[in-house]
């Protein structure tokens, strides 16, 4: 059994910051890539940014140079610090993590149960 769980999302005014995470447990034994998505009214889930275990990390263009994606690997936690935020911006937030729960087992995307992030005045 694995959990991913968010935290952090709410309300903030345009122009503010806010900071996700999320954080993996249960039966877990290698961590791949995670990653953060997102999913407004009446839209497609898209990506909003990735990092690998090791490598470079991957941002939409919409979120370039305002949002910063990290991961703390010993406690198997990713982070996506927001800034500068937009009343567009504003959708469910998900937490993807690629990962393996045994040494033999395939690699398998997990999911987050999301977390609200409302930018508005």
């Known amino acids: 059994q694995v959990q991913l769980v968010e935290s952090g999302g709410g309300l903030v005014q345009p122009g503010g910051s806010l900071r996700l995470s999320c954080a993996a447990s249960?039966?877990?034994?290698?961590?791949?890539?995670m990653g953060w998505y997102r999913q407004a009214p009446g839209k497609q889930r898209e990506l909003v940014a990735e990092?690998?275990?090791?490598?470079?990390?991957n941002y939409s263009n919409s979120v370039k140079g305002r949002f910063t994606i990290s991961r703390d690997n010993a406690k198997n936690t990713v982070y996506l610090q927001m800034s500068s935020l937009k009343p567009e911006d504003t959708a469910v937030y998900y937490c993807?993590?690629?990962?393996?729960?045994?040494?033999?087992?395939?690699?398998?995307?997990?999911w987050g149960q999301g977390t609200q992030v409302t930018v508005s005045s």
């Open positions: 993807n993590a690629n990962l393996r729960q045994t040494y033999v087992s395939g690699w398998s995307a997990y």
């Open positions: 249960g039966s877990i034994f290698s961590i791949n890539a």
């Open positions: 990092i690998p275990s090791g490598g470079t990390t």
